[in-house]
């Protein structure tokens, strides 16, 4: 069983700081890794990929990727009201164009 | 505009009935999937189509139905089958380059069924 693993939140950080998301993945064969953005009551938005060990960066976000130790993590810096949201990580377990698997998300409350 | 979109927004059905969730995509995507999520859980993964005429049962596929008769379709039918079809509904599709397979969601439909 491919899981993927979150903590659910809240994730309470106040305006202008960092925000630190973390994800885990049981697959270690696992090929790409992606995060998304889900505001209540709405679909998920794609925020970032990322598939080569490292750091990422766009914008406030940043991907982190350690396929040894199988984790992938998002940071927002200098945190907003408006990126209040749950942030659904989600892993490609294969090489090829296959479902993603998804963690349950992360709900994020940024505090004005 | 290129996207995905599904319709209606919203759904009520009665019980025992059969109904049909439309998603449409304009992107020239190979695959597209469609998702379940209730209140404060995950997406959960009902069927998914590779290429046209060809699709995959997910994790929860018994209730439901597809089709792929055209690439920019992959209408999902509700049965009256399914035990506890309310829930708000994801379509997704993603492009077969570069090896990243990113998926990209339609806007949802969210189905009551008393």
């Known amino acids: 069983q491919k899981e993927v693993e979150q903590n659910s939140g809240p994730l309470s950080v106040p305006e202008g700081a960092i925000a630190s998301l973390n994800c885990t993945y049981s697959d270690r064969g696992s090929q790409s890794f992606f995060w998304y953005r889900q505001y209540s009551g709405k679909s998920p938005e794609l925020i970032m990929f990322?598939?080569?060990?490292g750091d990422k960066e766009d914008g406030r976000f940043t991907a982190q990727l350690n396929k040894a130790s199988q984790y992938v993590s998002l940071l927002i810096r200098d945190s907003q009201p408006s990126d209040s949201a749950t942030y659904l990580c989600?892993?490609?377990?294969?090489?090829?164009?296959?479902?993603?698997?998804f963690g349950k998300g992360t709900r994020l409350s940024v505090i004005a | 505009d290129g996207g995905i979109t599904q319709s209606p927004k919203y759904l009520f059905r009665k019980e025992g009935q059969n109904v049909t969730l439309s998603c449409e995509q304009n992107l020239n995507h190979d695959a597209m999937y469609w998702y379940r999520q209730d209140p404060g859980q995950g997406l959960r993964l009902i069927y998914y189509?590779?290429?046209?005429?060809?699709?995959q049962k997910g994790d929860i596929a018994e209730g439901y139905s597809v089709s792929r008769e055209k690439k920019e379709s992959f209408p999902l039918t509700v049965t009256s089958a399914q035990k506890n079809p309310t829930a708000f509904y994801l379509c997704?599709?993603?492009?077969?380059?570069?090896?990243?397979?990113?998926?990209?969601f339609g806007p949802g439909t969210r189905l009551t069924v008393t």
């Open positions: 189509s590779q290429i046209v005429n060809d699709f």
């Open positions: 997704a599709s993603s492009p077969d380059r570069d090896s990243i397979y990113e998926q990209y």
């Open positions: 989600a892993v490609n377990p294969n090489s090829g164009n296959t479902p993603l698997v």
């Open positions: 990322i598939y080569s060990n």
